[in-house]
């Protein structure tokens, strides 16, 4: 099949299914200029990120890890939601997608404007106490790293889930009753080696549901996707809406005309 005719069958799936929930990683944001995990970060990639985004790594050196995340936070508060986010606003907004589950913590989708996210990592735009849990929000990136606790002047965190620890319970359940209730996963820009995120859209497969999957290369996901779309987000992401768009229209069109 060309790629039109793989657009065109992805798109009359999205457009079948009951309740479609999209699973989104770092590739979404790649293209508003937000480096992924597992390419090339210049001056940071002499560091692997199990060796700056965990508890231990913490412990051992807030300074350094908060130095990465200074460098982190200076790309995303500068960053757009690119088109990508944007179609995915659309699918939401035409009833197809019912929700986005994310691994992203760029705040990008919220940004774009959907308005059911379950940021399953935290977010970088919040900080929280180490000793007192109080959260705080950031505007921009704190200037004096490591930053302190304004009510009980302990170390600050970025408030994001880090390697070996747990997802928030709440958070964790939601993710899996959506993915349990779908009969479809959009499954976009992740490698889906990140546990338990990487699980999700096999339980829509377990189910008996389909799978799409946008990715610039293969990943943990692509043996049971049904469709594998090997395009960027945001290109493979407006073709589909822009289809779906052009049918509905026509529909109304061929609806209006049987009534004259
Ligand atoms: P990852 O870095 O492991 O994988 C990124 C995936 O995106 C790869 O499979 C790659 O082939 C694909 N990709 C790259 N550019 C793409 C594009 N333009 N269109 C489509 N796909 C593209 O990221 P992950 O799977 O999300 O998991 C790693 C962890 O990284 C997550 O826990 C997440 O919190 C964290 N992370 C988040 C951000 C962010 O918030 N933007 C950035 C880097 C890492
Ligand atoms: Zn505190």
Redesign the pocket.
């Known amino acids: 099949m060309d790629f039109e005719g793989i657009i065109e069958k992805a798109s009359n799936l999205l457009m079948d299914s009951n309740f479609t929930i999209g699973l989104?990683?770092?590739?979404?944001?790649?293209?508003?200029g937000?480096?992924?995990?597992?390419?090339k970060n210049g001056l940071w990639s002499k560091f692997k990120?199990e060796e700056l985004?965990t508890p231990e790594a913490f412990n051992r050196n807030p300074k350094l890890v908060w130095k990465w995340y200074k460098w982190?936070m200076e790309i995303?508060f500068n960053?757009r939601p690119n088109a990508?986010h944007y179609a995915l606003v659309e699918l939401e907004r035409l009833g197809i997608l019912k929700c986005i589950v994310?691994?992203?913590?760029?705040?990008?989708h919220h940004l774009a404007g959907n308005k059911c996210v379950i940021e399953?990592?935290?977010n970088?735009r919040r900080g929280r106490c180490i000793k007192c849990n109080y959260k705080v929000i950031f505007n921009e990136p704190p200037e004096n790293i490591p930053p302190k606790c304004p009510k009980c002047f302990n170390l600050l965190r970025p408030d994001?889930?880090w390697?070996g620890e747990a997802i928030p319970k709440n958070k964790l359940e939601r993710a899996f009753n959506l993915f349990s209730k779908a009969d479809l996963a959009l499954v976009?820009?992740?490698?889906?080696?990140?546990q338990p995120?990487?699980y999700l859209p096999y339980i829509v497969k377990e189910n008996g549901g389909l799978i799409i999957e946008?990715?610039?290369?293969?990943?943990a996901i692509t043996s049971i996707a049904d469709i594998f779309i090997k395009?960027?987000?945001?290109?493979?992401l407006s073709k589909i809406v822009k289809y779906i768009k052009d049918k509905l229209t026509s529909k109304l069109y061929d609806a209006s005309e049987n009534e004259l």
């Open positions: 989104t990683g770092a590739g979404i944001s790649a293209e508003s937000i480096p992924t995990f597992r390419g990120v985004a982190r995303i960053a990508g994310t691994q992203n913590v760029d705040g990008l399953l990592h935290g970088i994001v889930v390697f976009i820009g992740t490698s889906g080696i990140v995120a990487g946008i990715n610039v290369e293969k990943s395009d960027k987000a945001s290109i493979a």
